[in-house]
């Protein structure tokens, strides 16, 4: 037996080796790239980071003088209400798809498919015209909106497969304890499609966090600019001034919270990919 196994994991060693490289790699570029950001611009250049100590002050100046916190609060604004209203658009929607049986059924899951493959480019002039026209332009409600139902497609197709696994008997069981079809979903359906929803909520935190385009158009003043927009007129404008340490540091407050979120619930976000795959 242990012969076997040996021979399993011998077949299995370039994968290994293949991984670890590019974890070593990965590591190594990210540990270079925080201590660039806690460096002098001259120490970049010399290749001889923190020769002089760390610098805070890269941050400070980012946060005092570039207003980087402004942006930074408005997307923290924008993704977590963003991921909230996406939940309570998709997931009755998700339910409805994966739980009733109803004539065009097939007909709106494939509507729903078909905006996946929309690019964002092709409806965002007819989005502009149509906020425009209800004046709803320059305020973080209309990104948000944009957001939310952009984003619904995929959560209700995510979600779907989550709700059609659930057993009808626990439904079965609220409806003789007094439940309605809308507190026996709420109560009983969604906390058992926790996974689901955790899963789709970690995917939308990424896409809104680090969403460009929308808010390009959408978010062109500064009290509605998310901190990945702003990040373009920050880097160029360290750029200008040759302070490539700062343009390190706003790298990396942009993709903290990007990294916080991998470091904790990325085990949480495979195996909700996996159980939904594998029940829906």
Not at 39 to 52: A, G, P
Request: hydrophobic share 55%; net charge positive; with cysteine.
């Amino acid at each position: 037996m242990g012969i076997n196994n040996w021979k399993k994991e011998r077949r299995l060693l370039p994968g290994y080796l293949m991984l670890f490289a590019w974890l070593l790699f990965t590591v190594v570029l990210f540990g270079w790239a925080v201590l660039a950001s806690l460096s002098t611009t001259r120490e970049i250049f010399t290749n001889s980071l923190l020769r002089s100590g760390f610098h805070f002050s890269n941050y400070i100046h980012l946060f005092k003088d570039q207003g980087i916190g402004r942006y930074f609060l408005n997307s923290a604004i924008y993704t977590v209400a963003a991921c909230i209203g996406i939940i309570v658009v998709a997931a009755p929607a998700a339910y409805i798809m994966g739980r009733v049986r109803f004539r065009g059924r097939k007909l709106v899951q494939a509507m729903f498919l078909s905006a996946l493959a929309i690019p964002g480019i092709l409806i965002a002039i007819p989005l502009f015209s149509l906020f425009v026209e209800l004046k709803l332009t320059g305020s973080l409600f209309t990104l948000l909106l944009i957001y939310i139902f952009t984003s619904a497609p995929f959560g209700v197709f995510l979600l779907s497969g989550f709700f059609s696994s659930i057993p009808k008997e626990f439904e079965e069981s609220a409806a003789i304890d007094g439940c309605g079809p809308i507190k026996a979903f709420i109560r009983i359906v969604l906390p058992v499609a926790k996974p689901g929803l955790l899963t789709m909520s970690i995917f939308n935190f990424l896409g809104v966090w680090n969403e460009y385009f929308y808010a390009l158009i959408f978010a062109n003043n500064p009290s509605t600019r998310t901190v990945a927009l702003a990040l373009q007129s920050i880097v160029y404008g360290l750029a200008n001034t040759g302070d490539y340490a700062g343009i390190f540091a706003a790298c990396m407050v942009v993709f903290f919270p990007t990294f916080l979120l991998f470091l904790f619930l990325s085990n949480k976000m495979v195996a909700g990919i996996t159980v939904g795959s594998v029940k829906g």
